[in-house]
């Protein structure tokens, strides 16, 4: 009786909270597919979450302000269907922000990803997920700070959605202590998006330690019809290492679906190999989309790490491989929306 006490008065306190917005969404994300992954530790085969986009469940909601202004929240959290699972320390790990937005753009609060990631994402044909995102063969370079993902405590402000193809933002995380120093961030991108015409250019700077770790990158992609083509430039750097790298990509329509094709370069220098931090890697990726609906999609993917020197990068999933070793993976799944 007790239980079913307490469930009714959840129940009631979630009504009141979503009839007090404009709108409360529940969405969500389930990608689910069967991988092979063979590095120098032998074959593995599994069946595994995220090979084209990251599975994820979460709520959404807007309020009309009056005289433009809105206040909003998002609630994100990660699946992991293969097994039923979530992040237990992170339950809303993804993003989990609250923001006012009016013609000044929007200011958000919360844990989100840095802008600068976001640049990346949008520009990678497999937007750093699965066996062929092209973050596989980035480097930390031993930073506390590691390569820039998404930050917690952090402040962001976004530019309004009107200002003919531009947009960008920016954002700050603080450490908030000595026991999470590592996770001070600053982060910034500019972009412009028209027609067939995407170009952006960002930069972030991670971490407390006397030299951060500093990631920028410039891109642009444009739309033929029959093709998109891309192409990324970026540098990862901390004190004196530092790792270059490059990326093409192309996304070509095919009858109700679409081929992906990126192959990307990786160079560190001295600094990085003398120090066994980084080396040299080469990625390809070649995957196709067969797109059953708006919601729906089967995909395939076939990609592959050649390192060089010390370096040991693995395709997402993959197990161990030598310094200068090979790397492969093949995965086939759906991904459905809702």
Do not use: C
């Not at 530790?41 to 599975?55: F, H, I, K, Q």
């Amino acid at each position: 009786m007790k239980k079913s006490l307490i469930a009714l008065a959840v129940l009631g306190l979630l009504v009141g909270t979503a009839s007090a917005q404009s709108s409360v969404t529940l969405f969500g994300l389930v990608d689910v597919g069967v991988r092979q992954v063979k590095g120098a530790a032998g074959t593995v085969n599994t069946l595994s979450s995220d090979g084209r986009s990251s599975s994820r469940l979460g709520v959404r909601g807007v309020e009309d302000l009056g005289g433009g202004l809105k206040a909003s929240f998002w609630l994100e959290g990660a699946l992991s269907p293969d097994a039923g699972s979530v992040d237990a320390s992170r339950f809303w790990g993804r993003r989990a922000t609250v923001s006012l937005s009016g013609a000044f753009g929007e200011v958000r609060l919360g844990r989100h990803k840095i802008a600068a990631r976001l640049t990346i994402d949008d520009f990678d044909p497999y937007s750093t997920t699965g066996t062929g995102a092209v973050t596989a063969i980035f480097s930390g370079l031993g930073s506390k700070a590691g390569v820039p993902n998404r930050a917690d405590n952090q402040v962001g402000y976004v530019l309004p959605g009107d200002l003919g193809g531009v947009y960008g933002g920016a954002d700050v995380a603080a450490g908030e202590g000595a026991a999470t120093d590592g996770n001070k961030t600053m982060s910034g991108r500019l972009g412009y998006k028209a027609g067939p015409v995407h170009v952006a250019a960002a930069y972030s700077v991670g971490g407390v330690d006397s030299n951060k770790y500093k990631l920028g990158v410039v891109a642009g992609s444009y739309d033929f019809g029959v093709v998109k083509a891309s192409v990324m430039l970026g540098q990862n750097k901390f004190a004196s290492l530092k790792q270059s790298w490059w990326q093409v990509g192309a996304v070509v329509p095919v009858g109700s679906g679409e081929l992906l094709f990126s192959y990307a370069d990786a160079n560190a220098n001295n600094a990085a190999e003398l120090g066994k931090v980084a080396g040299d890697a080469k990625l390809f990726a070649l995957g196709y989309n067969h797109i059953l609906s708006k919601r729906t999609t089967i995909y395939a993917t076939l990609s592959q790490i050649k390192n060089e020197g010390v370096a040991k990068f693995v395709v997402a999933g993959g197990n161990a491989v030598n310094a200068g070793g090979t790397s492969r993976g093949a995965d086939v799944g759906i991904r459905h929306s809702f």
